[in-house]
């Protein structure tokens, strides 16, 4: 195959001949060749959005519920218990309840209390299995008391003979320990308490378990948790599982309990309590108000004058050479008279009382700082002496 091309130029490169063409793609051959790709890429990007946008809406997950997927519900222990034969009817309220309980002897299974009855659940026969810290315990469970804090939910072994704990093992257990009444087998111990009791009533056997781990999607697969909600739940009988419904009554209509009025509240042992107080404050008031009579006045034998008893007191300072008491009486008397005279405080200080006093006399301040606030004269001269200047120094202040 031959190439035409031209004669050199000036230069001496040759040039290209008329009819060839450049051999490297461009933008348009490359969008020609890529487009196809392209729009199978956005067709496929599109359809993914639409099906996100405009596929049914999951709702929030139900924690314990046997149709709910998530990993809080409970639809995989549910399938299991279909697939050994149990009958699994999950109902949302107690009239549901209450009808399946017609059919024969069931398990009731009750995950929720928020919007039901207690008292009409409790009227229930046949088995419970009550998991939780449900508020309606005492009228579901009677006798089952709550231990002091909570729980940490970890793996437990059972540590006790009831059957079905003993063949399951270790299981996730914890939320809340409870003690049972008596004849009942505490499992899975916490503290004081156990997180899984199991006791006879009228009708059949109540179980309580502190917390629903085990039974979720989550963790059934781990530890002991799908043979011991099988061993609980999959007796043979069939399961009526109250969940919370998906539609809740309005507040108003909530099942409440009969209000109780004060003295419902009270202890029984409160009247006689109340009556032996009364009693007592009565007696009390007795014993007291006959030792006390009318105020009486009596005239004094004599009459004391100021100066002899002022003469009395000084006796005994000088019996008792008790010169710091009678010098300390002195000075404390000097200075709460001198302190109004001199405009200051009745708590004034030493400095604050000697300037101010130093310049109103005149008086060398460390003379007056001595006579006020030095130590005690050493014998009765010098405590007559320290009378009289601080005589002279209070007529001074008065007459200025």
């Known amino acids: 195959m031959s190439v035409t091309t031209r004669p050199p130029d000036a230069g001496g490169a040759p040039t290209p001949a008329a009819g060839s063409r450049p051999t490297s793609p461009t933008a348009r051959s490359a969008w020609r060749g890529g487009r196809i790709i392209v729009l199978l890429g956005v067709i496929l990007?599109?359809?993914?959005?639409?099906?996100?946008?405009?596929?049914?809406?999951?709702?929030?997950?139900?924690?314990?519920?046997?149709?709910?997927?998530?990993?809080?519900?409970?639809?995989?222990?549910?399938?299991?218990?279909?697939?050994?034969?149990?009958?699994?009817?999950?109902?949302?309220?107690?009239?549901?309840?209450?009808?399946?309980?017609?059919?024969?002897?069931?398990?009731?299974?009750?995950?929720?209390?928020?919007?039901?009855?207690?008292?009409?659940?409790?009227?229930?026969?046949?088995?419970?299995?009550?998991?939780?810290?449900?508020?309606?315990?005492?009228?579901?469970?009677?006798?089952?008391?709550?231990?002091?804090?909570?729980?940490?939910?970890?793996?437990?072994?059972?540590?006790?003979?009831?059957?079905?704990?003993?063949?399951?093992?270790?299981?996730?257990?914890?939320?809340?320990?409870?003690?049972?009444?008596?004849?009942?087998?505490?499992?899975?111990?916490?503290?004081?308490?156990?997180?899984?009791?199991?006791?006879?009533?009228?009708?059949?056997?109540?179980?309580?378990?502190?917390?629903?781990?085990?039974?979720?999607?989550?963790?059934?697969?781990?530890?002991?948790?799908?043979?011991?909600?099988?061993?609980?739940?999959?007796?043979?009988?069939?399961?009526?599982?109250?969940?919370?419904p998906d539609n809740p009554p309005p507040i108003a209509e909530l099942p409440v309990e009969r209000s109780k009025s004060m003295y419902d509240l009270m202890p029984d042992s409160i009247r006689w309590t109340i009556y032996m107080s009364l009693v007592a404050l009565a007696v009390t008031a007795f014993w007291r108000g006959r030792r006390l009579g009318p105020v009486v006045t009596e005239k004094l034998p004599v009459v004391v004058r100021a100066a002899e008893t002022v003469e009395g007191r000084g006796r005994l300072y000088r019996a008792r050479r008790a010169r710091q008491r009678a010098a300390d009486s002195l000075r404390a008397g000097t200075i709460d008279r001198l302190a109004p005279r001199l405009g200051l405080a009745s708590g004034a200080g030493q400095h604050e009382v000697v300037a101010a006093l130093a310049a109103r006399t005149g008086q060398d301040p460390h003379q007056v700082g001595a006579a006020l606030y030095g130590p005690p004269p050493v014998d009765d001269a010098g405590l007559v002496g320290l009378a009289g200047y601080l005589d002279f120094i209070e007529r001074q202040v008065s007459e200025l």
């Open 45 to 244: 990007v599109l359809v993914a959005i639409g099906s996100v946008l405009l596929g049914p809406q999951r709702g929030p997950s139900r924690a314990l519920d046997p149709d709910d997927t998530s990993l809080a519900g409970s639809k995989a222990l549910a399938e299991v218990l279909r697939s050994r034969g149990v009958t699994v009817d999950r109902v949302d309220s107690v009239q549901a309840a209450v009808d399946k309980a017609g059919t024969g002897p069931r398990l009731l299974l009750i995950t929720d209390m928020s919007y039901f009855n207690e008292y009409a659940l409790s009227r229930i026969p046949g088995d419970r299995l009550i998991v939780g810290n449900l508020p309606a315990l005492e009228a579901l469970a009677p006798g089952v008391r709550i231990d002091q804090g909570p729980a940490r939910p970890r793996s437990r072994e059972p540590e006790c003979a009831l059957p079905a704990a003993a063949a399951a093992g270790s299981a996730y257990m914890g939320g809340t320990a409870f003690t049972g009444p008596a004849g009942a087998t505490g499992c899975y111990p916490s503290r004081k308490g156990y997180t899984l009791i199991s006791f006879p009533n009228a009708g059949g056997v109540t179980t309580v378990v502190g917390d629903g781990g085990f039974m979720t999607n989550q963790r059934l697969a781990e530890d002991g948790n799908a043979a011991l909600a099988l061993n609980l739940i999959g007796t043979g009988k069939p399961v009526t599982w109250l969940v919370r």
